[in-house]
């Protein structure tokens, strides 16, 4: 799909698929990753995709990441249970190997992130590390709340890529 499309899609229903996914997710911080990672996906479609509706079609990938989101969060309810309803769970250690494991992917994601340009690199620390806004984010590096969107879609898109590349 041509990126200029994308980003007029960003700037007409970006307002719209963040409600949408509101409703559907129930807080502000799931329906802000949920539209990031719908427009992720606009922007992964190859370019030879003829698209008859770029909003229906919009909105059919929001549907697909609602489902999956709220698959995931009804997956993972129980991670985060309120402390006192946890006192009966065991506190099972992971084993090394998992340990392990989970170091060697954070080595490799701290690669990725390395490889972005500085900037890009800026963003992406302040928006997933710091879990500071788009706009927090424009207003303290001085740029536009549209280039911070770019970084951060750079730089998730070249994470995924990273991870995909490890774990195919």
Same mark, same amino acid.
């Given at each position: 799909?041509? +990126?200029?499309?994308? @980003? $007029?899609?960003?700037?007409? %229903?970006?307002?719209?698929?963040?409600?949408?996914?509101?409703? =559907?997710?129930?807080?502000? %911080?799931?329906?802000? +990753?949920?539209?990031?990672?719908?427009?992720?996906?606009?922007?992964? *479609?190859?370019?030879?995709?003829?698209?008859?509706?770029?909003?229906?079609?919009? /909105?059919?990938?929001?549907?697909? *990441?609602?489902?999956?989101?709220?698959? =995931?969060?009804?997956?993972?309810?129980?991670?985060?249970?309120?402390?006192?309803?946890?006192?009966?769970? $065991?506190? +099972?250690?992971?084993?090394? +190997? =998992?340990?392990?494991?989970?170091?060697?992917?954070? #080595?490799?994601?701290?690669? $990725?992130?390395?490889? #972005?340009?500085?900037?890009?690199?800026? *963003?992406? !620390?302040?928006?997933?590390? @710091?879990?500071?806004?788009?706009?927090? !984010?424009?207003? %303290?590096?001085? !740029?536009?709340?549209?280039? *911070?969107?770019? @970084?951060? !879609?750079?730089?998730?898109?070249?994470?995924?890529?990273?991870?995909?590349?490890? /774990?195919?």
């Amino acid at each position: 799909m041509r +990126d200029a499309l994308v @980003h $007029a899609l960003r700037a007409q %229903e970006e307002s719209r698929l963040k409600r949408f996914f509101q409703r =559907r997710l129930g807080n502000r %911080e799931d329906a802000a +990753d949920a539209t990031q990672e719908t427009f992720l996906r606009m922007l992964s *479609v190859p370019r030879t995709t003829l698209i008859e509706n770029p909003q229906a079609y919009l /909105f059919q990938v929001a549907r697909s *990441v609602a489902s999956m989101t709220a698959a =995931r969060a009804k997956r993972e309810a129980h991670l985060f249970l309120p402390e006192e309803m946890g006192a009966g769970f $065991a506190d +099972d250690a992971p084993g090394q +190997d =998992r340990i392990v494991h989970a170091r060697q992917g954070l #080595l490799l994601m701290a690669r $990725a992130i390395a490889e #972005l340009p500085n900037r890009c690199q800026q *963003v992406f !620390i302040l928006s997933r590390l @710091h879990g500071l806004s788009n706009g927090e !984010i424009a207003l %303290e590096l001085g !740029i536009s709340r549209n280039m *911070v969107e770019k @970084h951060i !879609i750079r730089a998730l898109l070249h994470c995924r890529k990273l991870r995909d590349e490890i /774990f195919l």
